[in-house]
């Protein structure tokens, strides 16, 4: 079964979109029926990043380079999907629909680290003149501020996510919500599905449950 999220449904003439749960198994491209899988989805071609938990982003004006590496990636070029993998991490998809533009990001706790999302803003402002105030973002489950703990979040990670710890466990979901507000995104606009992938193991592949398998949390335009 598939996910939608409900800010991208008044675009669906427009887009396609949505997170699959574990039911309809894993989207790890090293699986070896990773090929039959994508046929579940909705989409073709879509195009998985080879995520490095780093910051570099790619814009595919015409055709994607192939595997690329790096967290996240833009397009306005039709029937091109984008996917991202996950299983903890959060799934961002950002669509403009003023350019016609989407994209979509891969932000575990390093990428976050490293502005892999406010950096990503920043390319669609200023390479591709899209108005972060018309950006609608949809955000997959993720590792919850329930289960997201460190050894010792103050030696780990870097200054501004401090504000973010309480105990050991750091909440990852409004920093993030944070970042894409102070990018200039109306909180309006987001749309978190607040679900803590660690705690839903019925519904979700978990890193920190051991999982090997990840879901794809995807996005084109039509
Ligand atoms: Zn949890």
Redesign the pocket.
């Known amino acids: 079964m598939i996910l939608p999220f409900p800010i991208f449904e008044p675009h669906q003439e427009k887009l396609t979109f949505g997170t699959t749960l574990k039911e309809l198994g894993s989207f790890d491209d090293q699986s070896k029926n990773f090929g039959e899988q994508l046929n579940k989805l909705p989409t073709k071609p879509i195009i998985f990043c080879d995520q490095v938990h780093g910051d570099e982003i790619h814009v595919f004006v015409d055709k994607p380079i192939r595997k690329p590496e790096g967290d996240a990636f833009i397009t306005q070029k039709k029937g091109l999907g984008l996917a991202i993998k996950v299983a903890d991490c959060q799934g961002i998809l950002l669509f403009d629909p003023t350019t016609s533009t989407i994209a979509a990001i891969h932000a575990g706790w390093k990428g976050v680290a490293e502005n892999i999302v406010p950096k990503t803003i920043d390319v669609l402002e200023n390479a591709l003149t899209v108005d972060p105030s018309d950006l609608l973002v949809g955000i997959s489950p993720s590792?919850?501020?329930?289960?997201?703990e460190f050894t010792d979040p103050k030696t780990e990670l870097p200054d501004f996510m401090h504000p973010y710890a309480k105990d050991r466990h750091v909440d990852l979901w409004k920093l993030v919500d944070d970042q894409l507000n102070k990018a200039g995104i109306p909180k309006e606009n987001i749309e978190r599905i607040k679900e803590?992938?660690?705690?839903?193991k019925d519904k979700y592949f978990s890193h920190r449950n051991k999982d090997k398998e990840r879901m794809a949390v995807f996005i084109s335009l039509k």
């Open positions: 590792l919850g501020p329930c289960c997201s803590c992938t660690k705690c839903n």
